[in-house]
């Protein structure tokens, strides 16, 4: 007779029934007793290859089986933990897409849409989570872009205050595209309110997709505040521009780009693109070491200055 009566088979069986797929798998594996290595052998045992990391991945969270491959196994894996047919399976809900994302019915660009190879931008975002994207609301942005005196790029300081609109979101995806493909990716520092999760770096065609994971899943209507910070360095990427892209709109967004004392560029000017819309652009005139432009109830779209120095 298990300790504790019928209240842990109790939530047992929401789990199955409710969710979330995570909870509830990993639950199954606890309830069977059975190791990943174990579970990993059974599913051998019956043709199916699903590693042992994999399965950490699947009960974690961090990823979830989306291949129609991976959904099979799971129908076996079912069997293993000996939980109802098709229980764990129901909680996957409709599947990701992955590589090229497919039109959608809800009036939102993909993700990949506002950047200038979106096959491989989807394809790497799809290596990480992005199910609670749509479900915060950027209400404030701030990036502070510095150039050095050289006219590199040295880094990027991003600050964000987000808001959930269900219970349950628990991390922020953040794609950084560098022109210049042949210069190393940057390093992720000073991270606050946040920490690092599933990254997938691509220096040949020169992406960093990086979860950044919240302290915790955040209730619906709670906020959040995080900041980070992408450190260059050498050989640095020439800095002649800098965008962020909206798949959503944000009520407020900042865009700082600040140049090395004494260096300015010949000509600045900024340029917004709502979707839908033809771009505009604005001749703007540098302060003292700096530019910076306001956006508000801004997006989907794109955001941004570029400039060009003296020959």
């Not at 196994?73 to 939980?83: A, D, K, M, Y």
């Not at 502070?144 to 790029?153: M, N, R, T």
């Not at 990027?156 to 959930?164: D, G, W």
Request: net charge neutral.
């Amino acid at each position: 007779m298990i300790s504790g009566g019928a209240e842990p088979r109790s939530e047992f069986a929401r789990l199955l029934r409710d969710g979330p797929f995570a909870d509830a798998l990993r639950e199954a594996i606890r309830v069977r007793g059975l190791s990943l290595e174990r579970l990993r052998d059974h599913l051998r045992a019956r043709g199916v290859s699903i590693t042992a990391a994999t399965l950490s991945y699947w009960q974690s969270g961090r990823s979830r089986p989306e291949r129609r491959d991976s959904v099979l196994g799971l129908r076996h894996l079912e069997q293993v933990l000996e939980v109802p047919p098709g229980s764990l399976t129901a909680l996957l809900g409709p599947p990701r897409a992955r590589g090229r994302w497919p039109a959608r019915t809800d009036g939102l660009p993909e993700i990949g849409r506002y950047w200038p190879d979106r096959s491989r931008i989807d394809a790497a975002v799809s290596e990480v989570d992005t199910r609670w994207d749509e479900r915060l609301t950027r209400i404030s942005q701030h990036d502070v872009v510095s150039v050095g005196p050289g006219q590199e790029e040295l880094a990027f300081r991003s600050r964000q205050v987000l808001r959930a609109e269900a219970d349950g979101p628990d991390r922020w995806v953040m794609i950084v595209h560098i022109d210049e493909h042949d210069r190393p990716l940057p390093a992720v520092t000073s991270l606050r309110g946040c920490r690092p999760g599933r990254s997938v770096h691509r220096p040949e065609d020169g992406l960093l997709v990086m979860e950044l994971l919240f302290e915790r899943p955040l209730a619906k209507g709670e906020t959040v505040i995080t900041e980070h910070t992408l450190v260059n360095c050498a050989p640095f990427p020439h800095a002649t521009n800098y965008e962020r892209k909206f798949r959503l709109p944000a009520r407020e967004y900042v865009l700082e780009v600040q140049f090395s004392p004494g260096l300015l560029p010949a000509r600045c000017r900024r340029y917004s693109e709502q979707d839908g819309q033809p771009a505009e652009w604005t001749e703007v005139q540098p302060g003292s070491d700096s530019v910076h432009g306001v956006a508000l109830n801004f997006g989907p779209g794109r955001f941004g200055f570029e400039w060009d120095w003296d020959s």
